[in-house]
């Protein structure tokens, strides 16, 4: 299989409306509800669709060292069994970050009602969506139609937040005051304490796979709303 070529591409997805009778159900918001919420939760997604500008940028880069338990990506050493279980018949993977946006993070930042910010805050996750839908358009390119999947640093014990150092440093990331900041065009920086601002972000490493790896199957969180598939006690 022949991959691309590439440095840091960063993708900017036009941002699209939020469906506001999803929005509503998503925060409960009925026809029975206060006329004065309705309205200001509909002022909040034509704000939002106004400023949002939802970025996602990815790089290949080769696979050098496999080992039982380190995985060496372009020169950068990361530690973890399940990463180079899943990385070990691969030659090559994607780091990726996508983000909301630092535009709807500073905008969220501004409101001060405690149910604006709530609604703010479901607003910026549905931009982080659609910068996650831009990447996997573009995965399903760089694959060329195989099956893929993804590992995200803090989201299991067997692949810990701190892992997210190595990550930033393979996106370009350079040090600042207060941790890792990426290039100027995508605004994701990371914390000491390895959290991403803005919050509403994710990262993690595409990688071929045919059995159908996903987190979920090896996360005991039952009531998690973005779970993808049940927990597999088995594999853990």
């Not at 590992?151 to 997210?164: A, R, V, Y």
Request: with cysteine.
């Amino acid at each position: 299989m022949q991959y691309p070529n590439v440095n840091l591409q960063v993708l900017t997805p036009s941002p699209q409306p939020v469906d506001p009778d999803m929005l509503r159900r998503i925060v409960r918001l009925d026809e029975t509800a206060d006329p004065d919420d309705l309205n200001a939760l509909e002022d909040l997604r034509v704000q939002a669709l106004n400023i949002a500008q939802p970025k996602a940028a990815y790089t290949v880069v080769p696979i050098d060292a496999h080992g039982t338990d380190v995985t060496e990506l372009a020169g950068v050493r990361f530690t973890s069994a399940l990463l180079a279980e899943n990385l070990r018949a691969c030659d090559v993977c994607v780091p990726y970050v996508a983000t909301c946006g630092t535009e709807l993070d500073e905008w969220a930042d501004c409101l001060t009602d405690p149910l604006a910010q709530y609604w703010a805050d479901t607003l910026m996750a549905q931009y982080l969506r659609q910068a996650h839908a831009a990447l996997n358009d573009a995965m399903r390119e760089v694959f060329g139609g195989a099956k893929y999947a993804s590992m995200n640093p803090g989201s299991l014990p067997q692949w810990p937040i701190t892992e997210q150092k190595p990550l930033f440093t393979l996106l370009g990331g350079v040090p600042y005051s207060s941790g890792i900041r990426l290039p100027e065009g995508i605004g994701v920086r990371l914390t000491d304490a390895c959290l991403m601002l803005p919050a509403k972000s994710g990262s993690g490493i595409f990688f071929l796979n045919e059995t159908g790896y996903v987190n979920c199957r090896l996360c005991p969180k039952e009531r998690c709303p973005n779970r993808r598939a049940p927990y597999e006690k088995q594999n853990t």
